[in-house]
């Protein structure tokens, strides 16, 4: 039942809708909502603050397979981010499928970031090939990061 279409006043949720949402741990909800906050404020910097800086990162080849420019990319990827941090959130039911598609965002965006170190671009504070390297590092961690806070823990 929709908690929005309760006639009786009452906030709590059913059991009905408690056995829908998958279980989880408190380190696993914190990493989860840590990770949707950086998600949306990475999104909403794609469209307003940080726009050219994230134009660094997209491959040369993106804009001349596909009928998109720089800019485009940058707006739709930011979309994207601020929908998936959203629906880390917010979606506890579906927070599994939501961390998987995360993960695999994060997958499809890397060779933006290898593109950034390859090409020598400096964007934020990756000025040097060691910063831009260092950063590539950290790319797995996010893509184990999205589906472990959002997994279902393990009994034991």
Known sequence: MD???????SDETSSD????????????TIARLALAAAMVFAGL???FWA???????????????LPIDEDGVVMASGGVEIALGAGLALLR?????????????????????IAQY??????FTLDTDRKRFVRLLFQPLLVAWAPWSTAVPRKK
Not at 17 to 28: F, G, L, V, Y
């Open 118 to 123: 390859v090409n020598r671009r400096s964007a």
């Open 51 to 65: 726009r050219n800086d994230f134009r660094a990162q997209v491959p040369t080849s993106l804009t001349e397979s």
């Open 93 to 113: 039911r579906d927070r599994v499928t939501v961390g998987r598609l995360l993960a695999l965002f994060f997958v499809a965006v890397f060779p933006g970031n």
């Open 45 to 47: 910097s794609h469209l």
């Open 3 to 9: 908690p929005a279409a309760r006639t009786d006043g």
């Open 17 to 28: 809708e408690k056995s829908c949402i998958p279980p989880t741990t408190a380190p696993r």
